[in-house]
Antibody, heavy 120, light 107 residues
Framework: QVQLQESGPGLVKPSQTLSLTCTVS??????????WSWIRQPAGKGLEWIGR???????NYNPSLKSRVTISVDTSKNQFSLKLSSVTAADTAVYYC????????????WGQGTLVTVSS | AIRMTQSPSSLSASTGDRVTITCRAS??????LAWYQQKPGKAPKLLIY???TLQSGVPSRFSGSGSGTDFTLTISCLQSEDFATYYC?????????FGQGTRLEIK
């Protein structure tokens, strides 16, 4: 059973960079044709896909965030990471990591989510 | 980006009821649609993909239909554990997008 777990600071100051890591357990991040995504959800609001990465390093980003987002992967640690730069209060949200099956770009495994608050 | 619009935004129903939630895409997405259930404080859970394929382990009272621009999620006999928020998601084109959610409440 694949499990995903987000980790990182819960509080980030405005204009700084938000950094989160997702650790995958129960299987290798490199096995199969899976992509690994970040999705966020502001309190009481809907879901926004941020971007995804394949273990080759190939990435896709949401154009609305592309200029500020970097997603990377460390296969040796079975982890992938998110960096979001120049954050504002609008970036306050629960951040989820999730797995999708590539061409079948829906999410079958999710992390529990981690709340990141942007505040001084 | 493709806009996904769900209706209604909220819905009150009773245990045992049959309910239908609609999701409309701003352009045709074939059958590249998934449905998720989210309970408070929890991650979304995949219910249906490819518009009508039930994810493994999901009860058969959940069903999905549609193609092109109009889709429905039906719960045939509501159980207490089904009261949650439901989201549709298109994966026809980048960026993938979600509907705004339908909150299913106990009447």
């Amino acid at each position: 059973q694949v499990q995903l777990q987000e980790s990182g600071p819960g509080l980030v100051k405005p204009s700084q960079t938000l950094s989160l890591t997702c650790t995958v357990s129960g299987g290798s991040i490199s096995s199969g044709s899976y992509y690994w995504s970040w999705i966020r959800q502001p309190a009481g609001k809907g879901l926004e896909w941020i971007g995804r990465i394949y273990t080759s390093g190939s990435t896709n980003y949401n154009p609305s965030l592309k200029s500020r987002v970097t997603i990377s992967v460390d296969t040796s640690k079975n982890q992938f990471s998110l960096k979001l730069s120049s954050v504002t209060a609008a970036d306050t949200a629960v951040y989820y990591c999730a797995r999708d099956a590539g061409l079948q770009f829906y999410f079958d495994y999710w992390g529990q989510g981690t709340l990141v608050t942007v505040s001084s | 980006a493709i806009r996904m619009t769900q209706s209604p935004s909220s819905l009150s129903a009773s245990t045992g009821d049959r309910v239908t939630i609609t999701c409309r895409a701003s352009q045709g997405i074939s059958s590249y649609l998934a449905w998720y259930q989210q309970k408070p404080g929890k991650a979304p859970k995949l219910l249906i993909y490819a518009a009508s394929t039930l994810q493994s382990g999901v009860p058969s009272r959940f069903s999905g239909s549609g193609s092109g621009t109009d889709f429905t999620l039906t719960i045939s006999c509501l159980q207490s554990e089904d009261f949650a928020t439901y989201y549709c998601q298109q994966y026809y084109s980048y960026p993938i997008t979600f509907g705004q959610g339908t909150r299913l409440e106990i009447k």
